[in-house]
């Protein structure tokens, strides 16, 4: 075997150390004789040995001269590490502050660290004497350092108590390796703080509850441990263990952590809190014994707990798939047959077995090993290669940890740490069956040979592992993805950056899509969805990202979907939908992945996923004619006197609807001219059941107006615009017109109080306003533009026939008229609406001066482009610029008003198609030019239905619609100009 090689620069600066401080007793050959010597009989040679197999031993010694000098006074051995608590006590006891607290704490760990790494380096202590050591050190580290803050903070704050003011202390739970006295040379260490009971402190001038102490106390705690300094750390600690892990509170008292282990624990922490042991135990303290009682039922059932099969079999799977992922080849922790696995054979069997099996409920692994073989759990023989194996990769892993105090299962490659661990394996000494020491040696002679000695052990535990729980589904992993551990396995880049790649994500997407994800991660674990929402998310997402990340957009998609995931967090019913049909889960992608508004309206309203169970219905939705039926049929379910929960459910018919005429306009089952009348035809089936809503509960209190038959309303909604015109789109608003039949003047009667009937009128119009503006969790119905009333704003919200008449024959502006060319009756009696529309026609078709016309057109249509209209030349706004929707829109109404006069069937229909449908078969433009009017019009509309769709705006490249718009133009430059 090759001799260690030495590094002289250490040597001299050591020696120089030892020379500085201690002058009268060394000089310059002093460098020679530790660089040289190399007999392991003499302490020169022990030390110069140990020096070479650490580098952290090494630093040590420079960074505390005079714990230098004192190992060449009086070499170490096993017996001086030892009574960590004893002699830390007595530093302590001379410390004043915190700041003293930190470097006493640092200097002490690491003079012990350094000593322990000698009594390894030369074979002075078995494997079990080192760990079991190192984990007695932390525990006197961990809790003299609680007293002593828990001291500093009383004298602050007072003495937390119970309601009989009896003194509260906080118990710390070490886990993992800690707990079962294992601890690695560079572990971190995992806590749980937790204290009896909830009270206050006292003492002091000012109190705090218990809860705010010990949370200090914690904060505190982590701090002294965790903190870097010019003098190092203590130890690296991790309280995600806890209840409710980084989102819990930091210590939690006992009838909270009762609580939340019986509601919502799950059993991997079942599975962690087989480690869990009480720091600094005490037999004589009541409150240890009852957490002990409270914790044990939670991990030990009383009878052999097979229902946990299933959930270790999840462990497994993850274990593997982990080893797959990281390409853990050269990881004796957590790679195929190393440490993790055999912690996970051992505690397998006292999770299942331990209720019964009481031998079984303790923390030692090496303890339990045997007694697995004596229950017939293992054969001698897998017990013995067990046993072997992990005192072996416990020796390679502490070795590895000591070179550079560094948390490490890495295998080295470079040559001086390989050396190390060649010369550290070959021999050692471990305890046998009596513990006492014994020599264990390894036919190890280079790097080579060690490998084939690791992985001999590392096939033996693999085999063990791999049947000790057997599942009928080994062999199928078509369902198996790396996303199933995404949700509670912190993915480093590498893993991130891997399993994009196999999802066909592009490098230059990787940090924006990893921080959605991490994002959405730390969003799920904030929130309180309970041990069966957590599991279905975690079935869910598997399932669901593969196929995100198979949409060319997912880069929209995901976080449109992550969105929706993050609104039903908490309401498991919406996870378990999506996870239990498929094809709602498939038709909610299509779906979104198409449609910004959908996703919006999926995301506020959950509920809407509910429609996805039906696909038929989303690809057919109802006939023009049934909005109105369906409607009917949806509100009779609801309370009719809880006006809330009424409006509420008129939100989320609409908000249905809407989602199922989109459904049916991305899937291709819908055209745009009839998506618009789909859209309007919902629209019109709405307002009919808030006229109605508020007829309702106007009549209650004021009656009705006398002059009206039982039957009758005598009330007429007129709309302007896209709803007049049966063009609505996916965000427009209602432009509305309310008139009343004003025949006959009359009281209102039948109610509590009389009313003018014009009164009662105006007070109906405001509740229909005031209904539509509501804003419930659902949202609002619509939003209500009232401004196109006579007089606009500063009008009356609601006319009568004649004053309405008399407003557009003498009073109204041309744009005005304009505008009632796209208006229709959408509410009230056929008697009323055939009188609006008689009124309607007579004012279209009243002669008008052509020139004086195109002037208050072309006026108009400036004043709304100078408003309105983009202004970057490298845009074009298809709405509001010059060749767009506007112009178009301004020529049917140019094309009625300059033609109906003569003809007054022109002034027939609302809608601009049929505007200039009818032009043409009147001759008053060609077919040609009506026909590519339409196709401009449709084309144009088309695009701004499907930018609604994706949530974006009615702004499009200079270079679209080129053809288009330029006909427009000339168009208008022919009639108007």
């Not at 003495?159 to 993992?176: A, E, K």
């Not at 999802?503 to 991490?518: A, M, R, T, Y």
């Not at 109802?622 to 809330?644: K, M, N, W």
């Not at 060609?926 to 144009?940: F, G, M, N, P």
Request: net charge negative; hydrophobic share 40%.
């Amino acid at each position: 075997m090759k001799q260690l090689p030495s590094n002289p620069n250490t040597f001299s600066a050591l020696s120089e150390i030892l020379i500085r401080h201690f002058p009268e007793q060394f000089d310059q050959n002093i460098c020679q004789q530790l660089f040289s010597e190399s007999n392991l009989a003499t302490p020169m040679g022990k030390l110069t040995f140990a020096i070479n197999m650490s580098d952290f031993f090494a630093e040590t010694l420079q960074k505390q001269p005079h714990f230098f000098y004192e190992i060449l006074q009086e070499p170490i051995n096993l017996e001086k590490c030892g009574q960590f608590s004893e002699r830390l006590q007595d530093l302590l006891a001379q410390t004043e502050d915190e700041a003293s607290l930190y470097k006493v704490l640092r200097q002490f760990r690491n003079r012990e660290m350094a000593k322990l790494s000698y009594c390894q380096s030369l074979n002075l202590g078995t494997v079990e004497d080192i760990f079991i050591r190192l984990s007695q050190l932390a525990e006197a580290l961990i809790i003299n350092t609680r007293d002593w803050l828990y001291n500093k903070l009383c004298q602050e704050v007072g003495t937390p108590t119970d309601q009989h003011g009896n003194p509260q202390p906080l118990l710390i739970l070490g886990m993992g390796k800690l707990g079962g006295f294992e601890l690695n040379f560079s572990s971190d260490i995992d806590l749980i703080f937790t204290y009896p009971e909830n009270g206050e402190t006292v003492g002091t001038r000012r109190s705090i509850d218990n809860a705010k102490f010990f949370t200090r106390l914690g904060q505190r705690l982590i701090n002294a441990l965790d903190e870097f300094t010019p003098d190092g750390f203590v130890y690296r600690t991790d309280m995600r263990l806890r209840p409710f892990g980084e989102n819990g509170a930091l210590a939690l008292s006992f009838n909270g952590m009762e609580t939340y282990y019986q509601e919502q624990g799950r059993d991997w922490e079942r599975y962690a809190m087989i480690k869990g042991r009480i720091l600094g135990a005490d037999p004589n303290c009541p409150y240890q014994r009852y957490l002990r009682q409270l914790l044990r039922p939670f991990v030990y059932r009383r009878y052999i707990d097979f229902s946990v099969i299933q959930s270790l079999r999840d462990m497994k799977g993850k274990i593997e798939r982990e080893v797959r992922r990281r390409g853990l080849v050269d990881n004796i922790k957590l790679g195929a047959g190393g440490i993790r696995e055999i912690e996970f054979i051992v505690q397998v069997f006292q999770l299942i077995r331990g209720g019964r099996e009481i031998a079984l409920q303790q923390h030692s692994l090496l303890q339990l090993l045997p007694l697995l073989a004596e229950l017939k759990l293992i054969s001698p023989t897998e017990s013995q290669n067990l046993m072997q194996a992990y005192l072996f990769l416990r020796r390679v892993e502490n070795v590895l940890q000591a070179i550079n105090d560094q948390q490490t299962q890495q295998l080295p490659e470079n040559a001086l740490d390989r050396c190390r661990l060649v010369q550290a394996c070959a021999n050692f000494t471990q305890w046998n069956t009596r513990q006492q020491a014994t020599n264990v040696h390894y036919p190890i002679e280079d790097w080579a040979s060690f490998y084939h000695v690791l992985q001999s052990h590392q096939q033996k535990v693999r085999s063990v592992f791999k049947h000790l729980i057997g599942d009928e589904n080994d062999n199928e992993t078509n369902d198996e993805n790396e996303w199933q551990d995404f949700l509670d396995t912190d993915f480093n880049s590498t893993e991130f950056e891997h399993l994009l790649t196999e999802n066909g994500v592009s490098p230059q997407d990787f940090e924006e899509i990893i921080s959605k994800l991490v994002l959405f991660k730390q969003e799920a674990s904030r929130k309180p969805m309970g041990v069966r929402g957590q599991d279905v998310l975690g079935q869910l997402l598997p399932k669901l990202l593969p196929q995100i990340f198979a949409y060319e957009n997912h880069r929209t998609l995901l976080p449109r979907i992550l969105t929706i995931l993050e609104k039903i967090l908490t309401r498991t019913t919406y996870l378990e939908l999506l996870l239990e049909n498929p094809a709602a889960l498939a038709q909610l992608l299509q779906l979104c992945a198409q449609s910004q508004l959908i996703a919006e309206q999926v995301a506020l309203h959950p509920i809407l996923l509910d429609e996805l169970l039906d696909p038929q219905a989303l690809r057919n939705p109802p006939p023009h004619d049934q909005y109105h039926v369906e409607l009917q049929q949806y509100l009779l379910r609801l309370p009719q006197d809880d006006e809330e929960q009424f409006i509420d459910g008129l939100r989320q018919f609409k908000n249905a609807s809407l989602l199922r005429i989109a459904a049916a306009d991305i899937l291709g089952a819908l055209p745009v001219m009839k998506v618009s009348d789909h859209l309007t035809f919902l629209a019109e089936a709405v307002l009919e059941a808030v006229v109605n809503l508020a007829w309702q509960q106007l009549t209650l209190r004021y009656g009705k107006p006398a002059h009206l038959t039982d039957m009758e309303k005598g009330f007429l909604v007129v709309g302007y615009g896209k709803l007049g015109g049966i063009e609505l789109g996916y965000k427009s608003d209602l432009d509305l017109v309310f008139l009343y039949d004003n025949r006959q003047q009359s009281q209102t009667e039948g109610g509590r109080r009389h009313i003018e009937s014009s009164q009662f009128y105006l007070k109906l119009a405001q509740k229909i306003v005031s209904i539509f503006s509501m804003n419930t969790s659902a949202g609002i119905l619509y939003d209500i533009d009232m401004r196109l009333r006579p007089s606009g704003e500063a009008g009356l919200l609601v006319n009568s026939f004649k004053a309405f008449e008399d407003y557009q024959r003498h009073d109204a502006w041309t744009w005005e008229t304009q505008s009632l060319v796209r208006s229709r009756a959408v509410y009230g009696s056929e008697d009323l609406r055939q009188q609006f529309e008689t009124i309607r026609q007579q004012i279209l078709a009243t002669p008008r001066e052509l020139h004086k016309l195109k002037q208050d057109v072309c006026a108009m249509r400036q004043k709304m482009y100078a408003h309105l209209a983009n202004t970057d030349e490298a845009l074009f706004n298809i709405k509001t610029d010059i060749g767009g929707i506007t112009d178009i829109e301004f020529i049917a109404q140019y094309l009625v008003l300059a033609n109906a006069p003569n003809n007054p069937s022109l002034s027939m229909w609302s809608d601009n198609v049929r505007i200039f449908e009818i032009m043409a078969e009147n001759a008053v433009i060609s077919v040609k030019d009506a026909e590519q009017l339409k196709h401009c019009y449709t084309r144009l509309r088309n695009e701004i239905h499907h930018l609604n769709l994706l949530g974006k705006s009615s702004v499009v490249s200079h270079t679209q619609f080129r053809n288009e718009r330029a006909f427009v133009q000339q168009i208008w430059q022919q009639l108007l100009q």
